[in-house]
């Protein structure tokens, strides 16, 4: 089942986007799901009002202690007037302690019109953790009776969320394909994600069908091949590590002590040693750096971000999770 469609099956089940995202897909993908399914259904009940923001976030990149200025234009899609008296912006970091940088924005909005709010500075604090961060629009003001035009309580309202990057933008087209047994998928999230916060975009192979699994592998940079004790020599795993073979791909294969493999599979396998990270790290980046080489393309120091996020990985493979 494609990624989208899993992550679809999950919210119509009565998970909550936040319920989804614990489970290791991305914020991006499944707030774009949500939000589809959003203007499909009554599930998630939409706002009278819609926001357009450019540039897009979820097309923005940034690193801490950058910033970007975003340019908002709100939309009255009710049937009443609306008197906006603030607005703001609340990314994940502020929103999280009902916090939101605003400003005196006083406008009437009248049904079906736009307004084109002051431009407002994105900005990352210095110490804040690379990955996919929420960012929502707010309003504070008070809609109008459509007969009397009296003005209602006051309230504030919030937008659906939009994603942005706090990552380097990607450093090639190609992408890393993971591969594992279906067991061990939400690790290969935790990886992706890692990976992609330094500028690798990367597939884990169990999470789409079989075209853009096949697609992904062929245009891939990388093939990263994971085999754990509990998912052993898992047919799907050698089965999309002998399509990369096929196509021709650079591929790196780990194996966690005490996992059972077929002969060939074992002597191709560098040992996962879970008392040694660092010397997990430097294989995988020199991995990349090759696979970078071939490519024509500088090599780079994917440096802690990298780091961090294999030990993290490696953690939960020792404790079982």
Request: proline fraction near 6%; aromatic fraction near 6%.
């Amino acid at each position: 089942m494609a990624v989208e469609d899993q992550i679809a099956a999950l919210l119509a089940n009565g998970h909550s986007p936040a319920d989804v995202v614990s489970q290791g897909f991305k914020k991006s993908t499944v707030y774009k799901v949500a939000a589809r399914l959003r203007s499909e259904t009554s599930k998630f009940p939409a706002n009278g009002w819609t926001v357009t923001v450019t540039p897009n976030p979820n097309e923005l990149y940034l690193l801490p202690g950058r910033s970007h200025v975003l340019q908002m234009t709100v939309t009255n899609n009710g049937v009443t007037p609306w008197l906006i008296a603030q607005a703001g912006i609340a990314p994940a970091w502020l929103h999280a302690q009902q916090q939101w940088l605003s400003w005196h924005e006083p406008v009437l909005l009248e049904p079906g019109k736009s307004h084109r709010c002051k431009p407002v500075t994105l900005s990352v604090p210095p110490s804040q953790p690379l990955g996919e961060h929420e960012l929502y629009i707010g309003f504070y003001g008070q809609w109008l009776d459509a007969q009397t035009r009296v003005a209602l309580a006051p309230q504030m309202e919030w937008s659906w969320p939009l994603v942005f990057r706090v990552q380097h933008q990607p450093r090639t087209q190609k992408r890393i394909v993971l591969v594992t047994a279906a067991v061990d998928i939400p690790l290969a999230r935790q990886m992706a994600l890692s990976l992609e916060n330094v500028g690798f975009r990367t597939v884990v192979a169990r999470d789409e069908d079989d075209p853009t699994r096949r697609r992904a592998m062929d245009q891939s940079l990388l093939v990263i091949g994971l085999f754990t004790r509990r998912g052993g020599a898992d047919v799907a795993i050698l089965n999309d590590l002998r399509l990369a073979d096929q196509l021709k791909r650079r591929s790196i294969l780990y194996q966690e002590a005490g996992t059972v493999l077929p002969g060939e599979w074992q002597l191709r396998c560098q040992l996962l040693e879970l008392d040694q990270p660092a010397t997990i790290v430097q294989t995988v980046q020199s991995a990349i750096n090759q696979a970078l080489r071939d490519e024509g393309q500088a090599v780079v120091g994917l440096g802690a971000a990298l780091a961090g996020g294999l030990l993290m990985l490696l953690a939960a493979l020792s404790a079982g999770e």
